[in-house]
């Protein structure tokens, strides 16, 4: 089965230095400084330039980008439709919280963007792991609860678009006669995500992706073990996706010094008090994330966040969600990817720091020994500049 690679849309800013201005840590922390004569300058997230990464991704052959949720982002909604006609076959997986907005209304929003976008929307559901952002948004449920809630919404949405008119009579939901207009065609395909019990089997009625973030091989198994069994035990099968970066240069060497670069562009201080706010997550990936580099704040060099062969969880350090980076020369960042996809993974949503020259070193350097490998097959959809690299 060929893979299917996506990058991501960076609508907290960019930089070529790690930026840590979203996914649950507060905007400006691990920002970079930008002294005069240095080109660590930080990128506002604009709609020209994320326009610029989208056409980039789609230029370059990626299937998607994903579009994060939460405070210090833009809104992915509105973000993925103003880009629409900057694209011309770019899916946009928008992430979204249950429980912010009606499920109802959520299944029209999709058709609607359906409609307006030629069938090229995709789902990602975030049941949300940290209690202030949540509250922030006036949600006061527990974990275990926002699961629950999670359950039933992606009923409701589901039922609207397949079995309307329909009812649903829930703990956190009562909806009578859910619909759409018109019909939904195609239906997009749901993306989840959850590391914690409760998780599981949400996850196995309702998703069409399981979303793991990049941990290593090991672990990523016993988690594909994991959805894959309850998945079947509901008379299901699914993909599965990885969340990670990428920094592969055309030498081990090249990369590696790149890492050193950004490790070093970190201050101890500020580290610190991005993991303070991450400890507070009740998200159990979170917290999976933070034990892959031991709670430190200081490192001599950037091979000591190496967890697993050129696996480096640097990027971590100051940013929520997905903490861990691809980190080697094209062969082996290709390698890597052989290897994830060997386990049971079909899907990967990768992105560098900076967004726009990362996507270019990725597509020049790895897509090509991908196709060779013959486990990735979107040349024709590349620009012709790309497919001969």
């Not at 610029?52 to 980008?65: I, K, N, P, Y």
């Not at 299901?236 to 081990?252: A, C, K, Q, V, W």
């Not at 990369?255 to 400890?279: F, M, N, S, T």
Request: aromatic residues 8%; proline residues 5%; negative net charge.
């Amino acid at each position: 089965m060929s893979i299917k690679l996506h990058w991501f849309l960076p609508t907290t800013g960019d930089s070529r230095g790690l930026v840590g201005g979203g996914h649950s840590v507060p905007q400006g922390v691990g920002l970079p400084v930008g002294e005069p004569g240095t080109a660590a300058v930080f990128r506002e997230a604009n709609i020209d330039y994320l326009a610029s990464v989208a056409r980039t991704a789609d230029q370059l052959g990626f299937e998607g980008v994903l579009t994060p949720t939460g405070t210090w982002c833009e809104d992915a909604w509105l973000v993925t439709s103003a880009l629409i006609r900057e694209t011309r076959r770019l899916k946009f997986l928008v992430a979204f919280r249950p429980g912010v907005t009606s499920p109802t209304l959520s299944a029209q929003m999709a058709a609607a963007f359906q409609r307006i976008s030629g069938g090229r929307l995709l789902l990602n559901v975030v049941t949300g792991g940290e209690q202030s952002e949540q509250r922030r948004f006036g949600d006061h449920l527990s974990h275990a609860e926002r699961y629950a809630r999670t359950d039933e919404f992606l009923s409701v949405v589901r039922g609207a678009w397949t079995q309307a008119p329909y009812d649903f009579d829930g703990e956190h939901y009562q909806v009578e006669g859910a619909q759409i207009r018109g019909e939904i065609d195609p239906l997009p395909d749901i993306y989840f995500g959850g590391s914690s019990a409760p998780a599981g089997p949400v996850a196995a009625r309702h998703a069409d992706v399981y979303l793991t973030w990049g941990e290593p091989p090991e672990q990523v198994a016993e988690k594909i073990a994991w959805i894959r069994g309850l998945a079947r035990a509901q008379g299901r099968e699914m993909r599965f996706g990885l969340r990670i970066h990428t920094l592969s240069r055309d030498t081990s060497e090249q990369a590696w010094r790149q890492a050193q670069w950004l490790l070093d562009g970190l201050d101890p201080a500020e580290i610190e008090k991005a993991q303070e706010v991450l400890a507070r997550s009740e998200s159990v990936g979170q917290q999976r994330m933070r034990s892959l580099h031991g709670g430190r704040s200081t490192f001599a060099s950037a091979h000591d966040l190496e967890i697993a062969p050129n696996l480096w969880s640097g990027v971590g350090l100051v940013r929520g969600g997905a903490g861990t980076a691809l980190v080697g020369s094209h062969e082996e960042v290709a390698t890597r990817l052989e290897e994830y996809h060997r386990l049971g993974i079909d899907e990967f949503i990768l992105s560098g720091y900076p967004h726009v020259e990362e996507a270019y070193w990725f597509a020049e350097g790895v897509m090509p020994l991908l196709r060779a490998k013959g486990i990735y097959g979107r040349a024709e959809n590349a620009d012709p500049a790309v497919r001969s690299a």
